[in-house]
C-alpha cells in the first residue's frame, strides 16, 4: 500500500494518509480514511469551529513520521454521527447529602451516599487515618 493524498473536508488543505497510519487503522477496525486534516481534527477535539485555518502553517511541514498514528481520528465516530451532533448533556443534578455520625470519632458529617447501618461510616480525617494503618 501507499501513501495517499487527501483534501480536508474542512480547510481544502492536502495532507498526507502515510502507509504507517492506514496500517494502524485496518489494526483498530476503521473502515474509513480520515476527512480532516490533523490541524482540523486538532481543533475540532478543542472545540474550535474549525473556521480559522491560519495555524496550517505552523503544522503543515512536520514529517508525516513526527506524527503519531493514535492522533489520527476521522472525526467522526464508529456509527457515523459527528460530535456537534450529540444533543447536549442534561444539567447535573445536585448531589442528595445524608448527614451521620462518625463511627470513630462520632463528629457528624456528611456523606454523598445513603448510608448502610450495617457498615461504618467515618468522617474525612479517621477515613484518611484509618487508611494510613492498613
Avoid at 489494526?27 to 473556521?51: D, I, M, Q, V, Y
Avoid at 463511627?103 to 480525617?125: L, M
Wanted: glycine share 8%.
Amino acid at each position: 500500500m501507499s501513501d495517499k493524498n487527501i483534501r480536508c473536508v474542512d480547510c481544502g488543505s492536502d495532507f498526507v494518509f502515510t502507509d504507517r497510519e492506514q496500517e494502524w487503522y485496518r489494526e483498530k477496525g476503521l473502515t474509513h480514511e480520515p476527512r480532516r486534516c490533523r490541524n482540523c481534527r486538532s481543533s475540532r477535539k478543542a472545540g474550535g469551529a474549525g473556521g480559522d485555518h491560519a495555524h496550517h502553517d505552523a503544522g503543515s511541514s512536520a514529517s508525516p513520521e513526527a506524527r503519531a498514528p493514535a492522533d489520527r481520528s476521522h472525526g467522526d465516530h464508529a456509527a457515523g454521527t459527528a460530535v456537534r451532533d450529540r444533543p447536549p448533556r442534561p444539567p447535573a443534578r445536585p448531589k442528595e447529602m445524608h448527614r451521620v455520625a462518625c463511627a470513630t470519632c462520632g463528629q457528624e458529617t456528611e456523606i454523598p451516599f445513603k448510608p448502610d447501618p450495617s457498615r461504618p461510616v467515618y468522617c474525612r480525617d479517621c477515613y484518611v487515618a484509618r487508611g494510613k494503618k492498613r
